[in-house]
């Protein structure tokens, strides 16, 4: 008996995660990965649900420990993963967030603007497999969707992918939404392969409609939680003023760090320099920042970054209507008036914008259920199905934010 | 029907936490509450339990619904507390960490020397009083038992009190380790009041030891657990690293925060100034001066902070006898080679320490059980029970910490 | 300090249940009462989802428990409930099942027909409170809804009473089927009195959407699962073929209890002697009949008896067409070479059926959402929700179910 | 891609169980193998805690469930378990307690004398065998110790088997005594095989010493909990006044069942006819013959029967010492003249006993802890272990029961 160095770690989502593999263990080391630990998974819902404080590498891991039972699951219906590919897939999962800067999706287009994270994501794990003798060669292929067996890509990346399987059970877990609750466990029992698809098996048509359910209700209890909305654009709101009012000997601007640079002189070719820097980039530098922002004087920025410190963020209301110009006006006169500010800078204290969810989306990706005849229906075509073609359109909301 | 302003809050350990209280909605609303949020109730333990991120505030909020749980519980078997005393013990409750500082314990000794955070606790609570016109004076007698009830100051100090209560279900909610859950509602539903004490029914007893068993646990599993030390002295090191080579102009240690008054010109005395300052700091500013300082030309500063980010840590160990000093010549002695480093700067990379713990400290505070009779005796006195004299000394380990 | 009687009784669903009143101890302690200890809650559910085993006696603990979680909650909001209303609505839901006989609803209809549950527990509720010097009057008037406050009545029997509540969240725990698992706390949270009518805040929208489709999710992979609705059809059809052959003086179908006087000489009307007789029979009392059947000489009986036993139950489908008639015609004449039996008794092996189960029904109770302006909504038209007015209509799917 | 039979079932403790061997399919499917659905795995706690009700069947389904994860652990650390062995010992967990009679070890000394259970498995294994043409054989070798792997013996029976490790994990979760979870899980990833023998490695030390603190924690709180044994005595008391009356031409003592047997002209052979029997038998049965002898004309036998139906049970304690012979002859004294029963019989109303726990016995098996030095030592023999060789001696109490 030969034991290989094995690893577990505790999670409070699904008891423990094993590492069993070397180039596991190597991604894990690296200090990439090891920044994912300073990045919150949900930005500032925290601020609405205190326990929402878990980071993007717990995600990943649990990401990860649901691809290991995935391919433990289809290897026992009969359908060939070899060593490699399962390998090569678990790399793929851990490593499809690691393009992601500080405070994710709340600052995505505002840090690095024209660069999708995904894309980051794929940059940087080039990055990585060049100093790794090309280790990671099968998991780009697989992450890139280029390699011969597409259900390899659609565990990673599609409707029933591990990356929603885990963030909807983790961000409801650590939330404590349990609506968002969904059956992970079951939903991977039921998947299945076949023509190189991945699909789900008859039975399992209740739990993906509880998935899809659970997805919409996380949207709107959660990340789209009027009140989240609202801290995260405050966040956006402090960025843009600090873009503005930019200069490059202004030292009450400058921070410590890389943040310095992405507001100030980077363009928007990301090209090796720009990567590392953004490599060094984590939620601390962000919120050290507003720290050290909140006694600017600029005056607006200062407010702006006080409230969010303490927590007195944008009044905000979400509603099925476009709201009011007229109304819109007036919130802009009483906001210029109470806060003495130049109108022109009105809009960093009240606005209004779109937010939009889709319960199901038909285009791209489907959720296709493979029947014991044989035959092959979406989801959204099944007669009584909950999710129907109706339903299946993006619900659009409008929001308004404004500082009282 | 006229309702009071109320509010509920997803709690991923309890559920829905009730604020329900002018007073307590003021508390919440302070900024030196918000400053909670941003400091890590577990330090770094998170380096070793991923999950283990929740907040301060999370957890003292979980304290106060605890409290809350456990007035309604005496209440119900006909303990007398009034409105006004039950507003109090649970602003207490709320207040009681007020005073921790950045990675609480794991930075107590070494950034503001000679001040206990609950002595700290107490400053901040007056400092709050005086700006809320006596609001907070019964909780502060509450807090300091110096209220004619002392069973209410035992609900926030004592061997069964709602802060261990909850650090215990909660860190070992996050931290996934189940070997710490506690049966919180039923110690809550034991709990007795007699001579204005507070005391446990005699058939709590199993799930009392049940709790000093659990807490045993998170000791050695977590808290104490050796590569949490690591990581937590590691940080103690790059503190005291930066005390020494402090000089008033060197730029490369500045990091913008009251970080650097309390590194720099801060002795020990206290005052509002200084508190003010005290208020002011949180994880952030910790992480942020280690990125900073990973930069410093300072060869041990900056290697120590490097390893803390990319969480190459110390190899530690933990054992029941005291290392050899022949042994941690050896060691020292091979850091000293491997690093390059001046011999008399070893203690920054090896060395050794002591850790401990008691299972039941039978001195200050006591579980005292009741019996049906009338009966009281302490747990530890009680027939075949789990936790005996012999038991309740401390247990004393030794650690060892090295850089490779 | 002077303590009530007062016990606490451990339930895994919700942790612990307390009993504090004279009156509800009185129910509790009753033979009645207790003999819903020996009815399980779900039948014969338990030979598909073997933990679903519990009694009709937690359900109606548990349900009791959720009603003084909401009898708080409505006061903490200012609804006024005098003492009196509180236990009286806590004796209704303590006995709004205790009329329930023998596998509950299995069986309903083949054991006293025409005579329904909900009928049979006002009449021993009647019975109840005969002896009870009119304890019970006002628990009556509100379980029948002559009381003058509804909203009473309607957390006993409405959308969102706390028997719905209960069943679905112990039957989902139970069972271990995660879809239907509900928020049970948050809508007792969000539950509010207008007009002395039940309703739910506006942000309980999500978790009222949640429970019913988890309440339809519960239906489908649950209460009508096809092998479930196998086996108890199969112990209908037990004692549909027990009433066919039944002669008095046929020793080998007596079963030395009160069944032997329901599938005799009972005819329809429940006297005080037939009521006190009901009120004897449990689950053994049938799975004893059916041990004793198991070797009775009619071919039929001792078939189905034991097939039952061992759980060799009927094949059986779902689908949402009719069954063809030919298709059953051709599996009738197979059952009857199969079994060698009369074909007049084909029916026994062979049928076919409906089930049905509608997501909300709007006409007779409605789930009304009370908006902060004051507006009041019922909850299928509102905008963009899940549940819609086409969702509402019932589904009706059809079953066939085969001996082979 | 070909697809082996599969089934999953729902657990509410572990989630799902997967069955993927013909030979697991045709143990499950067996007659005497889904007897056990009609045995609750504990007894009478249900008169204590409600929740209690599961099933020896669902009970050796999650040993079943522990095993094949114990299994896949272990082969993953590089023991080498063969197919055939592997499925082997899964059928042996499942079938550890076929030999369970009706409320199992309440009534295992009373209606089978001097035959115990696990004997009686084996007497079972080996009849259901012979009709498996010896497929069994593997299991029945590990079963008895006669295999060349004693480490596969001991997963089925040992001081950490999988049969212990579920009936905690279940027997917690299904009564709501939380005291009783342990992390079976950890202790799952701990295990390890040395020299052919079942060990644990040195990181799993709290986990066992957490377990064997919540096996001492439920035999007081739950399978000695005073009333339960009042409520298992009085079975038993039953019982024995049915022996002493018994006469054959008694037809108010016959239940149409095996117990007519049993409780009459059986002696102490279990031949195979008696096996048979023995087979048919369930707690349907009981209960059944305990309404049925609730009318019967012996004062004694019927007085119990409608005490223990309506669960007016003894007035029991359970204390250190053993009870005052005075103080017991003046409660039989009492019993005799308020039931107005002959003398001779007052053993029936008022009794004493002893009950015993061990926390850990350091005599027959031990609990071997592997070093990663390679050094093994008992548990008991660690430094500052909880469990030290003091606590090990059994816990003696004694108990006394009165009717009153």
Same mark, same amino acid.
């Given at each position: 008996?030969?034991?290989?160095?094995?690893?577990?770690?505790?999670?409070?989502?699904?008891?423990?995660?094993?590492?069993?593999?070397?180039?596991?263990?190597?991604?894990?080391?690296?200090?990439?990965?090891?920044?994912?630990?300073?990045?919150?998974?949900?930005?500032?819902?925290?601020?609405?649900?205190?326990?929402?404080?878990?980071?993007?590498?717990?995600?990943?891991?649990?990401?990860?420990?649901?691809?290991? %039972?995935?391919?433990?699951?289809?290897?026992? *219906? &009969?359908?060939?993963?070899? $060593?490699?590919?399962? #390998? +090569?897939?678990?790399?793929?999962?851990?490593?499809?967030?690691?393009?992601?800067?500080?405070?994710?999706?709340?600052?995505?287009?505002?840090?690095?603007?024209?660069?999708?994270?995904?894309?980051?994501?794929?940059?940087?794990?080039?990055?990585?497999?060049?100093?790794?003798?090309?280790?990671?060669?099968?998991?780009?292929?697989?992450?890139?969707?280029?390699?011969?067996?597409?259900?390899?890509?659609?565990?990673?990346?599609?409707?029933?992918?591990?990356?929603?399987?885990?963030?909807?059970?983790?961000?409801?877990?650590?939330?404590?939404?349990?609506?968002?609750?969904?059956?992970?466990?079951?939903?991977?029992?039921?998947?299945?392969?076949? %023509?190189?698809?991945?699909?789900?098996?008859? *039975? &399992?048509?209740?739990?993906? $409609?509880?998935?899809? #359910? +659970?997805?919409?209700?996380?949207?709107?209890?959660?990340?789209?939680?009027?009140?989240?909305?609202?801290?995260?654009?405050?966040?956006?709101?402090?960025?843009?003023?600090?873009?503005?009012?930019?200069?490059?000997?202004?030292?009450?601007?400058?921070?410590?760090?890389?943040?310095?640079?992405?507001?100030?002189?980077?363009?928007?070719?990301?090209?090796?320099?720009?990567?590392?820097?953004?490599?060094?980039?984590?939620?601390?530098?962000?919120?050290?920042?507003?720290?050290?922002?909140?006694?600017?004087?600029?005056?607006?920025?200062?407010?702006?970054?006080?409230?969010?410190?303490?927590?007195?963020?944008?009044?905000?209301?979400?509603?099925?209507?476009?709201?009011?110009?007229?109304?819109? *006006?007036?919130?802009?006169?009483?906001?210029?008036?109470?806060?003495?500010?130049?109108?022109?800078?009105?809009?960093?204290?009240?606005?209004?914008?779109?937010?939009?969810?889709?319960?199901?989306?038909?285009?791209?990706?489907?959720?296709?259920?493979?029947?014991?005849?044989?035959?092959?229906?979406?989801?959204?075509?099944?007669?009584?199905?909950?999710?129907?073609?109706?339903?299946?359109?993006?619900?659009?909301?409008?929001?308004?934010?404004?500082?009282?």
């Amino acid at each position: 008996m030969k034991a290989t160095k094995r690893k577990i770690i505790n999670d409070p989502v699904y008891g423990f995660i094993t590492i069993n593999h070397p180039l596991i263990f190597a991604i894990l080391a690296h200090p990439y990965y090891q920044r994912l630990r300073r990045i919150h998974q949900m930005a500032l819902a925290q601020l609405v649900y205190p326990g929402a404080v878990h980071s993007r590498l717990l995600h990943s891991l649990g990401a990860y420990h649901l691809m290991c %039972n995935a391919v433990a699951e289809l290897r026992d *219906k &009969g359908v060939e993963i070899s $060593e490699e590919e399962s #390998v +090569a897939v678990k790399a793929a999962i851990l490593l499809h967030d690691i393009g992601h800067g500080p405070y994710s999706h709340a600052l995505e287009q505002v840090l690095v603007q024209g660069v999708h994270h995904e894309q980051l994501s794929l940059q940087i794990m080039q990055e990585m497999n060049a100093h790794m003798n090309g280790d990671l060669d099968l998991a780009i292929q697989i992450f890139t969707n280029q390699y011969s067996k597409p259900f390899l890509h659609q565990l990673i990346s599609g409707q029933l992918d591990m990356d929603r399987m885990d963030y909807l059970s983790r961000d409801s877990f650590f939330s404590g939404v349990t609506e968002g609750v969904i059956g992970y466990d079951r939903i991977l029992k039921m998947l299945v392969v076949h %023509n190189d698809e991945l699909m789900v098996e008859e *039975k &399992g048509i209740y739990s993906v $409609e509880k998935f899809l #359910v +659970a997805r919409r209700q996380m949207y709107w209890q959660v990340y789209l939680h009027k009140t989240v909305l609202a801290a995260e654009k405050m966040l956006v709101k402090i960025l843009e003023r600090v873009r503005e009012i930019y200069q490059l000997n202004d030292e009450g601007l400058k921070t410590q760090s890389a943040l310095d640079f992405f507001l100030g002189e980077f363009k928007t070719e990301m090209n090796l320099d720009a990567l590392e820097k953004f490599c060094s980039l984590d939620d601390h530098d962000v919120m050290h920042a507003v720290k050290v922002w909140s006694k600017h004087p600029d005056k607006i920025l200062a407010l702006l970054c006080n409230r969010l410190l303490n927590r007195q963020l944008y009044r905000s209301r979400i509603q099925a209507e476009e709201f009011d110009s007229q109304y819109l *006006k007036e919130k802009e006169e009483e906001a210029i008036r109470q806060f003495h500010i130049d109108p022109a800078d009105v809009r960093y204290l009240c606005f209004t914008g779109e937010a939009s969810n889709t319960l199901y989306q038909t285009k791209d990706e489907r959720i296709n259920i493979l029947f014991k005849d044989g035959l092959i229906k979406d989801i959204s075509l099944i007669d009584n199905a909950l999710i129907q073609q109706k339903l299946s359109a993006p619900v659009k909301k409008f929001y308004i934010c404004l500082l009282t």
